[in-house]
């Protein structure tokens, strides 16, 4: 590959593909780069129990909404065919095997550099995606467990662990289905949650989730961090005594300050009602056949799963000091020409918001470009 081309996208999943409709209807040429063999790799790889946590209906890419007949909450396995038929709507075929090495300036342009060779190209749209590399944190006696462990990246289904006393590290959204899915088949799993947790009903008084935080937005932050609490209290009871406590931070604060959605609940706390799945504190050690909790108390364990998160990963491969200063459209990244999309964790979802930085992507390269042709066509 040595190509030049209006607009290089770094990344085939959704905010790849939805940036480059966006830029298919606008009439601007680009050039899709994906490290994998196929596009969305990490939606084809989830453990296979997930569902999109938000509405169908505020989920959709641009332009293609998603079939009528698709539950409101959409599946793994119906999501990546509904991203492979949107790439074959708008004949978009990336570049598979493309790792990118480097990002650097390249005149007023840019130059990308990938196993077959650099692509140069005016603007720059990362979309290598918010879970792009596992985060596994080293813990005191790691290397003297011997038992499985894994990633939650790696996790498919519950089946190798049937019978097994499971140790579940971290209570995002991740950790908390896969403990689902443990106890739902037979594993007896304990969560590790360190610090505190926001949890949220996937639907409140039959409202998903994701509206009433659309609506949360119009009022001010802080009353609604207050009131929270409150209706969440008489919805899912009061869940300290099960080792769940709220943090510091309100809901809406910790979404705006530390991206930092809440567990959006699919069953997991029945479960912790029940007695089915365990609850335990921050690890102070793990041993060679379990590990110690911060309160002293030490269990065994046959696994472990670390869903200890992700990071984005693209800082590794942009040249040094250079860096949009955040998700979609800003001064600074439209005066680069390098932008991102799909790193805003927003209450509204985040493939809503895909949608909207993609569009927006999209619309402010093409009027850079007709301003750039109209100024060389202007008698000076």
Known sequence: MDHTTTVAIIGAGPAGLAVAACLRQAGVDFIITEKEQQAAPAWRRHYERVHLHTTKRYSSLPFVPFPKHYPRYVPRALFVDYLDAYAQRFDLRPQFGETVKAVTR???????????????????????????????????????????????????????????????????????????????????????????????????????????????????????????????????????????????????????????????????????????????PDIAEISQRGARFADGKHCKFDAIIFATGYRPGYARFLEPGIQPDRSGVTPKASDLGLYLIGFHNAVTGLLREIGIEAQAIADDIRHRLNRKKASEILPV
Do not use: C
């Open 106 to 280: 390249d005149g007023r342009g840019w130059r990308v550099d990938a196993p077959s060779g650099p692509l140069r190209a005016k603007h720059v749209v990362i979309a290598s995606g918010y879970n792009a590399e596992p985060l596994r944190p080293g813990f005191a006696g790691i290397d003297t467990f011997t038992g499985k462990t894994l990633h939650s990246a790696d996790y498919r289904n519950a089946k190798p662990f049937a019978g097994q006393s499971v140790l579940v590290i971290g209570m995002g959204n991740t950790g908390a289905e896969i403990a689902l899915d443990l106890a739902e088949n037979g594993a007896q799993p304990t969560i590790s949650v360190r610090g505190g947790v926001h949890i949220v009903p996937r639907e409140l008084f039959g409202v998903p989730i994701q509206m009433v935080g659309m609506a949360a937005r119009l009022g001010p932050q802080r009353f609604n961090d207050v009131l929270f609490p409150v209706i969440l209290d008489v919805v899912l009871g009061r869940l300290e005594k099960y080792g769940l406590k709220r943090p510091g931070q309100g809901l809406l604060e910790q979404i705006a300050i530390a991206s930092r959605i809440p567990v959006i609940d699919v069953g997991t706390i029945g479960k912790i009602r029940e007695g089915a799945i365990k609850v335990a």
